[in-house]
């Protein structure tokens, strides 16, 4: 069983950057379609906020396009999310999973924008 594991998570002004971490543990990821999912506060959904296939092809939330860059290392078994220009809009629990999901959540990490 694969255990996924988020870090990264921070509080930042708007306008600023964070890099979120993804490392799998138990599983190599090679050959799967990974993404990142945010849980607004409130909100009991996850919403897809950006994807990658095994082979490097990406998709965004139109939210997040030309801000957020989603990479992967499979040969460290890691996923990255890099976001700029933050927005207040963007605060949230950040959760990596496969695309679609298929394993269970793990603790995210949180991300937090002031204006």
């Known amino acids: 069983q694969v255990q996924l594991v988020e870090s990264g998570g921070g509080g930042v002004q708007a306008g600023g950057s964070l890099t979120l971490l993804c490392t799998a543990y138990?599983?190599?990821?090679?050959?799967?379609?990974m993404a990142w999912y945010r849980q607004a506060p409130g909100k009991q959904q996850r919403d897809l906020v950006a994807s990658i296939t095994s082979v490097g092809d990406t998709n965004y939330a139109d939210s997040v396009k030309d801000r957020f860059t989603i990479t992967r290392n499979d040969d460290s078994n890691k996923v990255y999310l890099h976001m700029n220009n933050l927005e207040p809009g963007d605060t949230g629990v950040y959760y990596c999973n496969f695309y679609p999901v298929r394993s269970s959540w793990g603790q995210g990490t949180q991300v937090t924008v002031a204006s």
């Open positions: 138990g599983s190599s990821l090679y050959f799967d379609d």
